[in-house]
């Protein structure tokens, strides 16, 4: 009788294992779908959301750092023609993006319209010196006038650079330079990132994600226009993704992103590098190919942003984008830092730059599973073309034409460690304690079950056997 009781005892509890397995099987699904519905719900953009919050004004602090091209040779270049020879000076560095967003507005399309104020606040404690530095650089207006006044009328504004003392170059404060001084040449500001402070980016139409979380921050129209109207072509002028901060949920690797940023006027992809760790959580590092800057000789899809055949020695010219079209004809041409990329060429006509990819690459760090960008580095170099001339003095020993370096920026933010404490419990904590539940009832469930259904085995051998004893 003991022995039967035992062996019921042993298939109850090979049934309990089977039970304890099945459930913890069971959860896996169950607690896929738990993670996925909270997370959907978190990501919509819409008040009480954690994506509402992190959208409207970013947690983190973003920083943009300025490193200045100071040319040593302004006179060997202007009288020999020889190659500017550059040393980069900085980082000079200033707080972005420390406001909110304004005139923010949910549409009934399951979109929102919102203006992005921009600001920047100089960081002394983050910089090598004062704004107050000197830099030797290009003379903006000459530069720009050069492409802008028709070749006719040259010889005016050969009139213009003489009666103002003006030159090829000039020796200019960071402040001058980088936010606008007033130039005696057009009477007007001037300067790399002029107007800057009080002004805004946008209007931005964004998918808010409440019918298709798919779709969660994906840009829908850039100042009321569902594309571009810079580069004549359809490819070229679409609105392909975010704005980069981030990301519709549940990255697939596999898979590039696509952001657009109005700094460079088109959108981009950038595709998975590699995952690393950032302070305890895990995150998928995206980087910009060097196909997207690559001469449509390699890269057929750039065919359409190759806007000067003279100046690009018919569209072979890799690694710089030519912004005239969306900069009122300014020959302003777009880069990574020291020509990363770019043809050699570039480095052949101006001396002093050392391209690195660890240093000037442009990446993003996505948490997969929310898609939110916890870290980034937007790395940009902002360059000005001039060439040769038979009219304008200060142009005639230039042999041909230049892409000038004038600044690259580094616009990066990681979130604080406090932050990373309140998502590693809010998020990744919680996801964890699910899967060793589920680990842990299957694992459990099936050692029980296979314990007691080979332990009911040998009791019923054993009992076999001495049956035939007896």
């Not at 069971?26 to 607690?31: A, M, Q, R, W």
């Not at 330079?177 to 931005?204: A, C, H, Q, R, V």
């Not at 730059?353 to 599973?369: A, I, R, S």
């Not at 916890?374 to 360059?383: D, E, H, M």
Request: hydrophobic fraction near 40%; proline fraction near 6%; charge should be negative.
């Amino acid at each position: 009788m003991g022995c039967c009781n035992r062996r019921r005892a042993l298939i109850a509890g090979a049934v309990f294992g089977a039970v304890v397995a099945i459930l913890g099987g069971i959860l896996i699904p169950v607690g896929d779908i738990i993670i996925e519905g909270t997370v959907e719900k978190e990501a919509v953009i819409e008040p009480g959301t954690t994506a509402y919050d992190n959208w409207m004004s970013s947690g983190s602090a973003v920083y943009r750092q300025f490193w200045l091209f100071d040319l040593k040779n302004p006179v060997e270049v202007l009288e020999y023609g020889s190659p500017p020879v550059v040393m980069e000076k900085g980082p000079y560095t200033y707080k972005t993006r420390y406001l909110p967003k304004e005139n923010v507005t949910f549409n009934p399309n399951h979109t929102a319209s919102f203006l992005l104020p921009v600001g920047a606040i100089f960081e002394p404690t983050m910089s090598v010196g004062s704004e107050e530095d000197m830099v030797t650089s290009l003379n903006l207006a000459v530069a720009g006038a050069y492409s802008l006044v028709p070749k006719p009328f040259h010889s005016v504004l050969e009139i213009l650079i003489k009666s103002t003392n003006s030159s090829l170059f000039q020796h200019r404060s960071v402040k001058e330079m980088l936010w606008g001084y007033p130039d005696p040449i057009l009477k007007e500001t001037l300067g790399l990132f002029s107007p800057y402070n009080g002004t805004y980016d946008g209007t931005f139409n964004v998918f808010t994600g409440k019918d298709d979380i798919s779709k969660v921050g994906i840009i829908d129209r850039w100042k009321g226009e569902k594309k571009l109207s810079f580069w004549n072509d359809t490819y070229c002028d679409m609105l392909n993704g975010t704005d980069a901060s981030f990301f519709p949920p549940f990255l697939d690797k596999k898979k590039p992103i696509y952001f657009f940023s109005s700094d460079i006027c088109r959108s981009v992809s950038a595709s998975y590098e590699e995952t690393v760790n950032l302070k305890g959580i895990d995150v998928y590092r995206y980087s910009l190919l060097p196909s997207t800057l690559a001469s449509p000789v390699d890269n057929p899809d750039n065919h359409c942003f190759c806007r000067s055949q003279e100046v690009t020695k018919n569209c072979t010219v890799a690694g710089v984008l030519d912004l005239g079209s969306c900069q009122d004809g300014r020959p302003i041409y777009i880069s990574l830092p020291h020509f990363l990329h770019g043809s050699k060429s570039l480095l052949t006509a101006v001396k002093g730059l050392n391209p690195n990819e660890e240093e000037h690459k442009t990446f993003l760090d996505v948490e997969p599973t929310t898609g939110f960008t916890l870290n980034f580095a937007k790395r940009i170099q902002v360059n000005m073309m001039y060439g040769p001339s038979n009219v304008i003095t200060v142009l005639k020993k230039v042999k041909d034409y230049t892409i000038f370096p004038l600044v690259w920026m580094n616009e990066t933010a990681m979130l604080d460690d406090a932050t990373a404490e309140m998502f590693k419990k809010e998020l990744i904590s919680r996801i964890e304690m699910l899967e060793i539940i589920q680990e842990v009832l299957l694992g459990a469930g099936v050692a029980i079950f296979v314990v007691c259904l080979i332990s009911y085995f040998v009791v019923r051998s054993r009992n076999n056997n001495q049956s035939k004893l007896a």
